[in-house]
C-alpha cells in the first residue's frame, strides 16, 4: 500500500524562526513528490519535486528531495505569521492519474 | 483561465439522508477529476477519480459514489448517510496525465451528519 507520512503533526514555533518540515514515503512507483499550503479550505501549490538533490526555492520556502532515502523536507526561514497554515505533502504515482497525501502538518506561528 | 465550483459550501445531513455534492471545471477540456476528504486533522484521503466521461476508480471501499455525467462534471453522492462520512470534501481537477504534477482544489464542501 502507497503510504506518505508528515512529522511533526503539529508545530508551534515564534515569528522569525526557522520551521523544518518533514515527508517520507513508501510507494510502488515514484513519480513526483509536491506539497502544499492549505490556509482556509483549497489546498494551493508550492513546490513539486522529482529528481534528488535539488532545492526548489521560492522566497522564504525551500524544499529537496532525497529519493535513495524517500524523503523530502519543507523549509520556511523567517516565519511570519501568514505562514500558519497545514502543510501537506502529496507524492504521485508512476502510471497512475492520482496523488497519495500524507496527513499535514498544522504550522502555528504566534507573533 | 481555468476555474473550478463546488457547491454547496456547507451542508448538514441527518444519519439516513441522501447525499449530493457538485463539481464544475471552466476553462479546460478532458481534465482529471478527484473527489478528496478530509478528517479533521488529517490529510486528504483519496475517494475517486475519474479521467474521462463515466470512468470513475474508486480508492476505498465506503457508502459513497462518484459519477462524471458530463466531461467537467463530477458528483459524489450518497444514498444513505452515515455519521462516519461527515468531514471536508475537496473536488480538484488535473491536466491529463499529471504532467505538471499539480492539482487544483475547489473551495471544499463541509459535510456534518447528525
Given at each position: 500500500e502507497d503510504k506518505v507520512v508528515q512529522s511533526p503533526l503539529s508545530l508551534v514555533v515564534h515569528e522569525g524562526d526557522t520551521v523544518t518540515l518533514n515527508c517520507s514515503y513508501e510507494v510502488t512507483n515514484f513519480r513526483s513528490l509536491l506539497w502544499y499550503k492549505q490556509e482556509k479550505k483549497a489546498p494551493t501549490f508550492l513546490f513539486m519535486l522529482t529528481s534528488s538533490g535539488i532545492e526548489k526555492k521560492s522566497g522564504r520556502l525551500s524544499s529537496i528531495l532525497d529519493k535513495k532515502e524517500l524523503f523530502s523536507i519543507l523549509n520556511i526561514t523567517?516565519?511570519?505569521?501568514?505562514?500558519s497554515a497545514i502543510y501537506l505533502c502529496a507524492v504521485g504515482i508512476q502510471g497512475a492519474q492520482k496523488l497519495v497525501f500524507g496527513q499535514g502538518t498544522r504550522l502555528t506561528i504566534n507573533p | 483561465s481555468q476555474t473550478i465550483h463546488q457547491w454547496p459550501a456547507t451542508l448538514v445531513q441527518p444519519v439516513g439522508s441522501p447525499l449530493s455534492l457538485e463539481c464544475t471545471v471552466e476553462g479546460t477540456s478532458n481534465p482529471n477529476l478527484y473527489w478528496y476528504r478530509q478528517a479533521a486533522g488529517r490529510g486528504l484521503q483519496l475517494l475517486f477519480y475519474s479521467v474521462g466521461i463515466g470512468q470513475i476508480s474508486s480508492e476505498v471501499p465506503q457508502n459513497l459514489s462518484a459519477s462524471r455525467p458530463q466531461d467537467r462534471q463530477f458528483i459524489l453522492s450518497s444514498k444513505k448517510l452515515l455519521l462516519s462520512d461527515s468531514g471536508f470534501y475537496l473536488c480538484a481537477w488535473s491536466a491529463v496525465g499529471l504532467n505538471t504534477g499539480e492539482l487544483f482544489f475547489g473551495e471544499g464542501s463541509r459535510l456534518t451528519v447528525l
Open positions: 523567517a516565519t511570519q505569521t501568514g505562514d | -
